[in-house]
């Protein structure tokens, strides 16, 4: 397919018949079987699937983190299938963002400085207060993450993310540790970012109905993965799980 | 700053506990390593100087008498540079209100102020009149010794004259910068000084006019590669004029004992601070290893945010730089202190005219050098296993610890017997093999350095002990200038409050067996004598042969002789004809290098009949019978020197035990911060790795005593064996440390006592113990419901 993989400027991220197989030993086990699918760039997508499905594994290796066994993933013109290391480096740096299901956050460091770690290393990043602020914790910009609930730590993470000014931003079961009240605030901040300044998000999730919020909709399954796009998009307060 | 700065800031005070006790462990090495190279470096440069200053000679020829007429030849051998020729002679001194008769070396300097090879390095008063007479100036350490300055008068013994001299001078010299008196170990400035005269003078009361009895030259710089046969050369050219002895400047006294205390401080300087930077490498491996067990998701996490291992790489070896940094600057400071105390306790020993305390720059930079590259090496491990890992890999949970079997555990009966606690314990350890290992090491090192310590204490009171105890059993030794007859002997008894007298007859002689050479002297012993026992270092009398000489093991060595070879003997008495002696048995003595041989034997060998050079005798003195005895002394026209042991044990005692027992407190302080650092160390870390699990135990019910005991029987079957480890590596550590002392002097002996084993082992499970009660609190403090809802 070559470098027009990623032609369409409205796609951020293609991957083509991506396979991931782990092996230990002399047990191979295959994980992600010929994934193909499209990341539309300023969309909010969602990638859904059970426990053991290859969630994680397909937003790594999207997010530059893992590479695929086999098969191709654009982005920006470049296939991060083949890339090294430095440039995979490179790639997370310039053109990605994390949110973690458990935060990461650097414990020794301020909430403030958790969003310096990413801004100091990026080429445009938004002011690292401002994207606290975003995240509605310009209160919270000195508190170490032990001194942070759940939602708050959350929040920060995503300011982390966004803060890079990224093309995409991965959010790997961001409800995940939060009781289901934060994770609806943590949804409507991700899908109030998304609208409000445009940031191509995926979130990858086991909970059905965060599916609900998204433009489009990527079912991963054991047989492979199928796409649907939401006609109508429900707001956060309108889900539960 | 940089946030990762930040990060590492914090992350350092966070840790700061464990980082301190490295901190410390390099700082102390770094301190001995800075402290020992600066003495050394003092103390070389004040020599070198010193040397310069008073142009040492390279040789000494002490002869009987020398016409000046015979100079000329001798300053034509091939490789003699210089020449001066110089008069020598034992004396006595008397002074007011000191019953013992003191004694010293009177030495003749040119009249007029010239630089002369030997030359006096004048510190209080000036130098000789026009013609000297009765002038005198006096060794700097004696005069302080008796509180003599310029004007005091001074009273000598000279050929049985006495004279009352002027002290117009004090002065000191390059060629005693450790002054011994004859027949001693230890300097004794009270009871033994050097005494200079103007030379017209010193000939006009020695009746030595138109001659020398003394030789002091200079070599040219070829000849000083290999002075031997210019030596050689030497002895046989003055052969006739009655040589005693030729000796070159390895081998004179002051320069030996000062290069084998400049050798002992360097072998230090060597040893310790790589035992100290090496344990600190190690327990900086474990900490930081620690540390990439810990940070595995933060880096993860960084990796992910799109971190190079070039960042992180650098942002984690920065705590093995800093923890270098630190720990150098502050042994930097300790080290200068440390120089600073050496070189004070060195000027008690040596006379210097300028000895101080410098800062070397160099040293500074390569002991900074030195403390980083071991605290890089020892952060490479772990910071390697940090920046190695996957990202992925990195944010999933650590796979869990290795739970199998412990070798042990393949002894199926004896494993069931230990006990549960005990086999938690074990499991833990054999677990951790890495973290582990450093413990025993550290454990094993830091008693060693105990052990060495105690046992180089006990060696040197034992050398003490066993030189007064077992050897020189007399209660005085009366040594005299000339050879005397049997009626010497019979006035010896009947000096006031003396029970025994005892001859000897000693003999300045030249061995001689193939290309090796020796010269020394001959002491001949009677059968039955019971204060001159020529003893074996394991305390057994080796009796005195009734042909051919018992001689020191050391010596024979150094000649190639072994118990049946016969060995040339040169005497400068009697016939003075070449001697071919068997060598009849060996003796392992501590100090010198001593021949003896029976007396009647000696006497037959040089022809002479019971002739007496000294006597030892036994005594039991009331005060009064003592001031008698000394006044009777005094009147010997005779008298080279009177020693009595008392004194002599206890100026001895002073120099080797009290005062180099000040430097093994110092020693002591080091292995406890290598010991208390490395324990404390494991100990926590450990602790802080099974938080959760102690945790777990609390919650289930225990209670902290019992948790802390838990923990106790790992630090103690760890600890136990680096002790048990660490003994024999004492030992062998002070082997090496005694070995650099052994010169012709004396032998350090190794010794260790049961008290020394006992403090050692006691001093190493005190620290383990102090150190597990810091675990205890810790246990006692312990948020532990926390530790349970911990992520990590």
Request: proline share 5%; net charge neutral; glycine share 8%.
């Amino acid at each position: 397919m070559g470098n027009n993989a990623t032609a369409d400027p409205d796609i951020a991220i293609r991957c083509v018949d991506v396979h991931k197989t782990y092996c230990s030993g002399d047990v191979e086990t295959p994980v992600l079987r010929g994934i193909d699918l499209e990341i539309r760039r300023g969309e909010l997508s969602v990638i859904l699937g059970a426990s053991g499905a290859g969630k994680s594994t397909l937003l790594n290796i999207i997010g530059g983190i893992d590479r695929p066994t086999r098969g191709e993933v654009w982005c920006e013109g470049r296939n991060l299938a083949v890339l090294d290391d430095r440039h995979l480096t490179e790639y997370r740096r310039r053109s990605v963002g994390f949110v973690f299901q458990f935060y990461n956050l650097v414990p020794t460091l301020t909430a403030l400085e958790n969003v310096e770690t990413a801004t100091q290393i990026a080429d445009d990043p938004m002011d690292p207060a401002e994207a606290l602020r975003l995240v509605g914790l310009d209160d919270r910009r000195d508190h170490f993450p032990a001194q942070l609930s759940g939602g708050q730590q959350q929040r920060v993470s995503i300011a982390r993310a966004l803060a890079k000014n990224p093309l995409v931003v991965f959010c790997d079961e961001p409800t995940g540790a939060l009781d289901a009240n934060t994770g609806r605030h943590v949804l409507d901040l991700l899908t109030r970012l998304n609208e409000q300044t445009g940031a191509t998000i995926v979130i990858v999730t086991h909970a059905a109905p965060v599916a609900q919020l998204a433009h489009a909709v990527l079912h991963l399954t054991m047989n492979g993965i199928t796409a649907t796009r939401n006609t109508r998009r429900a707001c956060a307060a309108e889900i539960s799980w | 700053m940089t946030i990762l700065a930040r990060k590492l800031r914090r992350d350092f005070v966070a840790a700061r506990g464990m980082l301190a006790a490295v901190v410390a462990i390099v700082a102390f090495g770094i301190a001995a390593l800075v402290g020992l190279q600066t003495t050394t470096n003092n103390l070389t440069s004040a020599r070198d100087a010193y040397y310069a200053q008073c142009r040492l000679a390279d040789f000494w020829v002490d002869l009987k008498k020398l016409p000046l007429s015979a100079l000329a030849a001798v300053q034509a051998i091939d490789g003699v540079a210089e020449l001066r020729s110089r008069l020598s002679r034992p004396v006595i001194v008397d002074l007011p209100g000191v019953s013992e008769p003191v004694s010293g070396l009177l030495l003749s300097m040119p009249a007029t102020r010239t630089p002369v090879i030997n030359d006096l390095v004048l510190t209080a008063g000036s130098w000789f009149s026009a013609d000297g007479e009765n002038e005198v100036i006096v060794s700097r350490a004696f005069a302080d010794a008796r509180g003599l300055s310029p004007g005091d008068p001074l009273r000598l013994t000279l050929d049985g004259q006495q004279r009352t001299l002027r002290i117009v001078g004090i002065g000191i010299s390059a060629e005693f910068v450790y002054l011994i008196p004859p027949g001693g170990i230890v300097p004794d400035p009270a009871n033994y000084g050097v005494f200079y005269l103007a030379r017209p003078f010193a000939e006009d009361v020695l009746g030595m006019d138109g001659a020398a009895n003394s030789l002091v030259g200079r070599l040219t710089p070829a000849a000083r590669q290999a002075p031997e046969p210019v030596l050689q050369a030497l002895a046989e050219q003055l052969h006739p004029f009655g040589v005693f002895a030729v000796t070159p400047l390895k081998q004179q006294d002051s320069n030996l004992n000062l290069t084998a205390e400049l050798g002992g401080l360097s072998t230090m300087a060597a040893m310790m601070p790589l035992i100290f930077l090496s344990v600190s490498a190690l327990v900086l491996n474990v900490l930081m290893m620690r540390l990439a067990a810990q940070q595995r998701v933060v880096v993860g996490t960084l990796k992910a945010l799109g971190y190079d291992n070039r960042a992180l790489f650098s942002h984690f070896i920065q705590v093995g730089v800093i923890v270098g940094l630190i720990g150098a600057a502050l042994g930097l400071l300790l080290g200068y202190l440390l120089a600073a105390g050496l070189t004070a306790f060195y000027q008690g020993f040596f006379t210097f005219p300028n000895l101080s305390n410098r800062l070397y720059p160099g040293l500074m930079a390569a002991a900074v050098a030195l403390a980083l590259v071991f605290a890089v090496l020892g952060s490479v491990n772990g910071v390697r296993a940090i920046t190695r890992l996957d990202p992925a890999e990195a944010m999933r949970p650590p796979p869990p610890p290795e739970g199998g079997a412990i070798v042990l555990e393949r002894w199926t009966g004896a494993w069931r017997r230990v006990g549960f606690y005990w086999q938690m314990a074990l499991r833990s350890l054999f677990r951790n093999r890495v973290r582990s290992g450093v413990g025993v090491v550290a454990a094993a090192l830091g008693t060693a350095l105990l052990v060495s310590t105690f046992g180089m204490l006990d060696s040197l009171k034992y050398m003490v002990q066993f030189q007064f105890d077992k050897v020189l059993l007399a209660d005085y030794a009366v040594s005299f200038r000339d050879d005397l007859d049997a009626g010497a002997l019979t006035e010896a008894r009947r000096l006031p409050g003396v029970l025994r007298a005892e001859p000897l007859f000693v003999v300045s002689a030249t061995l001689v067996n193939a290309n090796h050479r020796h010269r020394g002297a001959v002491v001949g012993v009677t059968p039955d004598a019971t204060m001159t026992l020529p003893t074996n270092t394991d305390g057994s009398v080796v009796p005195i042969p009734p042909q051919g000489l018992l001689m020191a093991r050391r010596l024979a060595e150094q000649l190639d002789l072994a118990v049946g070879d016969s060995v040339w003997l040169l005497p400068t008495k009697g016939l003075q004809t070449p001697l071919q002696v068997p060598v009849a048995d060996l003796v392992d003595s501590l100090f010198g290098l001593g021949v003896y041989a029976d007396y009647d034997y000696l006497n037959r060998l040089i022809g002479e009949s019971a002739a007496v050079s000294a006597v030892r005798l036994r005594t039991a003195q009331t005060p009064a019978e003592r001031t008698a005895f000394y006044t009777e002394l005094k009147r010997l026209p005779t008298l080279l020197s009177v020693q009595d042991m008392a004194e002599e044990r206890a100026n001895m005692w002073q120099t080797f035990v009290v005062k180099m027992g000040s430097m093994a407190y110092v020693m002591i302080l080091f292995g406890a911060v290598i010991f208390f650092g490395a324990i404390l160390n494991g100990a926590l870390i450990s602790l802080i790795e099974r938080q959760r699990e102690l945790a777990t135990y609390r919650v289930l019910g225990y209670r902290n005593g019992e948790v802390g005991a838990m923990y106790l029987r790992e630090t103690l079957v760890l600890n136990l064996g680096g002790i048990l480890l660490g003994l024999p590596l004492g030992w062998w550590m002070l082997l090496g440390m005694n070995a650099q002392y052994k010169n012709d002097l004396y032998m350090m002996p190794s010794v260790i006592t049961p008290a020394g084993w006992f403090w050692s082992i006691g001093l190493a499970i005190a620290f383990v113990l102090i150190a597990q009660l810091i675990v205890q609190r810790r246990i006692n403090c312990m948020h532990w419901n926390e530790a349970l809802s911990m992520k990590e």
